[in-house]
Structure formats: C-alpha cells, structure tokens
C-alpha cells in the first residue's frame, strides 16, 4: 500500500517508529505461578484470533523460558506468521517466545495496530521478509521495519470501532455457516437410515407411515450379506509383485472414499493370468476398506469403469451383487451400516485400526426389498442428495466470499474508505513527531534471559519478607502473585538521567523500597514497576500522583 492511496491526514511509516517490536520480559519456568495462563501458538486458530483452549501453568507444565505480557498487549506470532496467529490479551499471563507481546502505548489504539497486523498488507509484508524455509519466522529487524499506515488518533478509534462492529457480524456469519456441514451430513443418513428401512418408500407401497417401528416391511426380507452377493479379499502385497512382465494398476484403501473413488495415485504390481481373471475389477463392484479408523470401517464406494485392466489388494474387500439386488441399492446400505458404526461392533478393534473382514462382513445382517422397490429407493435417495449437493455448492460458494470479507473489510479501512475523514482531527504526521518526541526521552534497555543468582533469589526471599512485615509509611500488605523479573545487561543499573534529574530507580531505592513493595502498594505486579524504571511502560497521572505519594517526593520529580 503505497502513501498515494492514502488519505492526506494519514502518514506512511515503520512498525518500530510506534511500538519497541521483539522487545520481551523473559520468565524462567521456575517464576511463573502455579494458576497463571500459559499460551502456546497451537492455542491461537489461524486467522480468526480466537483462543482454542486455555491452559494454566501448572497444567502445561511447562520448562521453557516465557515471555510475559500484560492485559491489552497485542500477542503476535512470529512463528509462520502467514498462519495469522494473532490477538490481543485480556489478562496478564506468559507465553512462548514464538509470540511477541507488543505493548500499543505512545498514542496508538491497540485495538488498530491489531487490526492492521491482520491486514492483506501486513501479511503480504511478513511473508516476503520471514526467514527460515519449513518454519519461517518473522526477525525483530524485519518486525521493526514494517510498513504501518497511521491515521490520526481520532480517526483510529473509529476504524477499530467500526471493525469491530462489522466483523462481529462477519464472525457471526461464519459461525453458522459453520453449521451447514454439519446438518448436511446428518440429512443424508437420516435419508440413508429411511431408505434402508423402508420408510421412505412407504407411500409408494401405499402404505401407513409407523413413525416409531422398527420392523421392516411385510415385503421386505432380512438377509445376511453373504446372502444377497460374493465376498472376496484383494491379493496381498508382496515384494515378489514389485516387478515382472504383466504389471497392472491396483486399488488399495487409500483410493476407496465413500461413494466415490480418488485415482490421483495408482500403484502397479506383477498379476499372472490367473490372478488376473481373479482380482480383476468389474463395473458394479462395490469396494469396502477392510482396515480403517474405527469411524471410517467399511467406507464404501462403487468402481464404475474408471480404469481398465485394474485389480485390488487384501485392503479392501470386494461385493459383486447377486440378481436379488441392484448394486446401487446394496451402495445405500453399506453407507448406512458405515455411519450407524453397524461395521464397528462386528470388527474387531486393535489400537487405532479396525478389521473388517470377509467373513464377519458377510454375516451383519441386509434389509431386502424387492426389486422394483429397490429402484424406487435408488431414484428417491438420488433426488435427495442432489437437492444435498446443491445445498453443498451454495454453502461452499458462501463460505468463499465470507472467507474474503475479512480481508476486503480491512483492506478498505487501511486506505481510508471505511469511516469519513475528519478535518478537525490532529494530523498523523503531527501525531507521529509526538511519538517519536516521547520515545526519544524513554531510551529503550536491551532485556536478555537471566538465571537469578544467589544473589538474587536472597533478594527475592528478603522482598517476600517486606511484604509479610507490617506496612511501611502506610503501604498496603496485599499479597499477589510473584511478578516476573525484567532483566537487563546489568540487573542493578538504572538508565542514564541528565545530570540533577533523579530516574524513578533512584527515587525508589532514595526511599528504601524495593519493586515488590512498591508494585504492592500501587497495585500493579512487579513486571510492571520494572517496566516504568526502564521506560517501557508509560506512567499516567494517576500513577505519577501514587508513585510521589508512595516515595514521599513531589509529583514533578516522577518521570512521565
């Protein structure tokens, strides 16, 4: 997105002239409380931002170095970042240093940058520079450099208002289209469970509907399927077939789906003449895989002539129709006995797979109308189930342009066509020099992970000591969760303060507390306290007031 499709009042410019992107609080596993949320990528779906499951530390288990974030921040995955694996947090908690936490202060709405880190641009932006062939990973260099479109103030707040009503809509949408499949599915085997029970022919026999029985038709028989057709297994495999001078196609359980066959990938093997004449398929066979997920047993499908000279393996097992029954008809009740899982309690389960079998296939039982009735049923259940892949069509085609809003939506609102233009608002080129005024007097501190030493860990039991004392000057004695420590290349130095300007470091140790007990006193945990002494985290007035109360000095001398 070039600076000429923008408005006027907007300004083109870098991720990093905004936010200090890469910039992290590292947690050691032995810091992070039992009850705090502990988010992994594989917990954020791909593009919509919604939390799949929630997972506390003390479930997770977890031995790996987080990184911590606060409510508000925006969590980013740098990790395949084409997957689009982002949100922002609703409370505080820690994460895998595949994610940034992005604090959107300095005069940003978050709820903005988010929307724009979500946008075509950006991805396009994050794919092209991301490193790392199989798991390509967006740098922090690369992070800080890219492109951010920046509206003034005002008008980011009624893009991220207006996006947030619209795709709501949007999500809504999706969520029952969401519902299609599943009501699909169940239509067509309750279309399967009628026909093969002879409801759904009962006005064609003239017959009364029995909505509650469960006996067939007086004209109806119950057979076994060994009754109604020939049964017979594929030849096995054998390295033997590999080569030889009469190489044929095969099909296996890989190229059987229900009611339809996937001849994207054929094997050949070695057939003699004799095994030929055998294995070799014919139109109107129905193919059932023998060996499959418990769910998917006997996965049916009928070969139609869609290869010649084409054999099977043991996989699968072959039904050729006797003349009491029309193929077709024998295909719905395969369907059927597959989805009520009538193959499940007749196979026989080992791990993850179940067997089938020739034989314990040929004894479940098949419901058998007459011929002129089986017919009927074929042409019934046809007609339903184009009316059911019409109704598919339409819901894949829906879903499509659903699937576009998203991004047709956020590309509008990044070029300014979302929500008006208002000529009374600050300029973002005036905005953005106040940014870079504020950050340019909060240099930044390069956080590295830090295993605490002895030193340390005395420090942090003596804090815990404080804070279980009597209050100090009035302070409040709350107990909260242990607050990870923000590291820097040296833990005890402060940032460099002109000469006769005191940093909010020294006016803290000047007064004889430590992070814990000022973090206690102000309500926040220690992280945050860290944050405000090395400039990472803007302090507001309200806290300027408690922090001048709580350290005993004048409102002036706390740094804004």
Known sequence: MSAHSIPTSWIACQLGDVVNYGQTVKVEPHDIPDTSWVLELEDIEKDTSKIIQRISFNQRKSKSTKNYFQPGDILYGKLRPYLNKILVSDSEGYCSTEIVPIQAKFTINSRYLFYWMKSPAFLDYVSAVSHGLNMPRLGTEAGQSAPLILPPLNEQNRIADKLDAVLARVDACRERLGRVPGILKRFRQAVLATA??????????????????????????????????????????????????????????????????????????????ADFEKYQLHYGDILLNEGQSPEYLGRPAMFRGELENVCFTNTLIRFQASDRVIPDYALLVFRNHMHSGRYVTEGNITTNIAHLGAGRFGNVEFPLPPIEEQHEIVRRVGALFVHADALEAKYHAARDQ???????????????????????????????????????????????????????????????????????????????????????????????????????????????????????????????????????????????????????????????
């Open 196 to 273: 093969t029970s002879g409801v759904l022919t009962t006005d064609w026999r003239g017959e009364r509907v029995k909505h509650l029985s469960m006996l067939l038709p007086d004209t109806w028989e119950i057979c076994k399927i060994r009754d109604v057709g020939s049964i017979q297994l594929g030849r096995q495999r054998s390295p033997k077939y590999h080569r030889g001078d009469n190489m044929r196609p095969y099909l296996r359980v890989q190229n059987v789906f229900e009611d339809r066959l996937d001849l994207s990938d054929i094997m050949e093997m070695d057939f003699s003449e």
């Open 402 to 560: 659903v699937g576009h809003l998203t991004p047709s939506l956020l590309a509008r609102a990044f070029c300014g066509e979302l929500v008006s233009q208002d000529p009374n608002d600050e300029p973002a080129e005036k905005l953005l020099e106040r940014i870079r005024a504020a950050r340019a007097v909060q240099p930044s501190v390069i956080r590295t992970r830090r295993a605490r030493t002895p030193r340390q860990a005395a420090i942090s039991t003596s804090a815990q000591s404080v804070a279980a004392m009597p209050a100090h000057a009035g302070l409040p004695t709350t107990q909260t969760s242990p607050a990870p420590q923000v590291s820097s290349l040296d833990p005890t130095s402060t940032l460099a303060a002109p000469a006769g300007i005191r940093t909010l470091t020294d006016l803290r140790k000047a007064a004889g507390l430590n992070q814990s007990v000022v973090a206690k006193a102000m309500g926040l945990n220690q992280a945050c306290i860290s944050q405000m002494e090395t400039g990472k985290r803007a302090i507001t007035e309200d806290q300027r007031r408690k922090l001048a109360e709580i350290l005993g000095v004048s409102v002036e001398e706390i740094p804004r």
